[in-house]
């Protein structure tokens, strides 16, 4: 007769285990990590279950499309027809501009949070209450701020030349344009692409700088002020380097969605007008362009800023016409 080994016997008392802690008739999970959302909802059906709740996350090991990670996890009873929920791997796209200079566009995907800050928040400004929920729609969203390299590939202009806290480098934002200079662009790069590019709403911007968090920044709380410095050119990082510019774009870490200097480097415009606080603001994640205003909103902090500016909820209001400096620039969406 064959014996069985030691390992054997304390797999089978595993199984044994899993077995007789799952109701009558469940459905085993399957392992879907690394599969297409397509191979993955393949899988769970197939195993007797259905598909929950599916949302997106930036990742630096698993390629776009991909799932990160399921709940349950595999190997998990369930009972027929139960959920699986999935997180997959950000979206992304490039859209090649003239000179092959590539323009590359992340997927937010759709959602409800709470826009502004609490009462309570460190450095918060009366401009960012009251806090309200908004529900918006999926849209794509610039991976970086836009760039000199970029702009000049549209427009064949350089509106920084000659401008001092400037470096030259094409991979750095874009300044010296004004709200309405970031309208001609756009206006330019529809008519190049035959698409429907435009500036974030402000509720838009928030929502994919906070990428899921609460917190003051989209790296937490940081009271003290010692994380920063990893996400974010700020005073704090370009002062003592006597770096008096914006730097080069995604030399920081992103967000949970893979979206590089939402805070720091420059202010970014959104299509907003700007309001003294929420009171009447869009629920749905639109741009608040009625009854009008004179000055539109900033959002993001800048490269000679305090750490303040750069929380997720700090806001700015700036002339669209005449406000154009080293620490403006944009980030486009669509």
């Not at 974010?232 to 995604?250: D, I, K, R």
């Not at 202010?267 to 309001?275: H, K, L, N």
Request: proline letters at 6%.
């Amino acid at each position: 007769m064959k014996r069985l080994s030691r390992s054997m016997c304390l797999g089978m008392v595993a199984t044994c285990l899993v077995i007789a802690g799952c109701p009558p008739g469940s459905k085993t999970v399957p392992n879907v990590v690394g599969q297409t959302q397509a191979a993955a909802t393949t899988a769970i059906t197939g195993a007797g279950l259905t598909v929950g709740t599916i949302t997106q996350e930036y990742s630096e090991t698993t390629p776009v499309g991909q799932v990160v990670s399921q709940n349950p996890t595999a190997g998990v009873g369930l009972l027929p027809g139960s959920p699986v929920s999935l997180l997959l791997s950000a979206a992304e796209e490039t859209i090649m501009l003239p000179g092959e200079v590539p323009l590359e566009m992340v997927w937010i995907p759709g959602g409800t949070f709470t826009m502004g800050s609490p009462a309570a928040e460190a450095d918060r400004n009366i401009d960012e209450g009251p806090q309200h929920s908004v529900t918006l729609n999926g849209f794509w969203t610039g991976k970086y701020q836009l760039t000199k390299r970029q702009w000049t590939a549209v427009m064949g202009t350089s509106p920084w030349i000659l401008h001092v806290n400037v470096i030259g480098d094409g991979e750095s934002p874009a300044v010296f344009v004004s709200w309405n200079n970031a309208q001609d662009f756009i206006d330019a790069l529809n008519v190049l692409t035959g698409q429907t590019f435009r500036l974030p709403s402000e509720a838009e911007w928030e929502y994919a700088c906070r990428a899921g968090t609460t917190t003051r920044f989209y790296w937490g709380d940081d009271p003290a002020y010692t994380v920063i410095n990893g996400y974010a050119w700020w005073s704090g990082n370009t002062g003592p380097a006597a770096e008096a510019w914006a730097h080069l774009v995604g030399q920081k870490r992103p967000n949970g969605w893979g979206l590089y200097d939402m805070s720091g480097n420059v202010w970014e415009w959104c299509q907003d007008f700007y309001s003294s606080d929420y009171s009447g603001a869009p629920t749905d994640g639109s741009a608040w362009e009625f009854p009008g205003g004179s000055d539109r909103v900033l959002r993001g902090g800048f490269w000679n800023g305090t750490a303040a500016f750069c929380r997720s909820a700090a806001r700015l209001g700036g002339d669209p016409e005449a406000l154009a400096g080293s620490n403006y620039g944009f980030r486009l969406a669509r």
